[in-house]
């Protein structure tokens, strides 16, 4: 993990390419600043990750360290996890968190997060 942060600062791009064996569970027990953004990519599928916002997920959220492992297997699907966890990203994951370390976070996230959570609680509404 230390080798990707590193790349991501050096690198100075917006988002960096990593293969899927690169990350591993354990690395998400860091705090990791949100908004480093990674592409994962896997033998199957690529995904988008805010390797900030799982480690925060897999810390303090309930089910969170469920949801990180699956959302890291490229062989689960985003439909799969929809099915699982009633979201389909991690950021929307977090806007449904629960924990109390989420008023530690930047007041602009937590807006984001408050404006997507009541999003997502008026569409499964529908």
């Known amino acids: 993990m230390d080798e990707v942060l590193e790349k991501f600062l ?4 917006a988002v960096i390419k990593v293969k899927h064996n690169e990350i591993k569970i354990e690395d998400l027990e860091k705090n990791i600043p949100i908004g480093v953004r990674i592409i994962i990519i896997g033998e199957k599928r690529k995904r988008v990750i805010d390797l900030g916002m799982l480690s925060f997920i897999y810390r303090f959220c309930k089910n969170g360290k469920a949801f990180a492992t699956d959302y890291l297997d490229l062989n689960i699907s985003l439909e799969d996890i929809y099915s699982r966890y009633n979201v389909y990203t991690e950021l929307e994951f977090l806007s449904l ?11 602009d996230i937590l807006y984001t997060l408050n404006k997507l959570k009541s999003y997502l609680m008026s569409k499964n509404k529908r």
């Open 10 to 13: 050096k690198e100075e791009e």
């Open 97 to 107: 968190c629960q924990s109390e370390e989420k008023n530690n976070l930047h007041p």
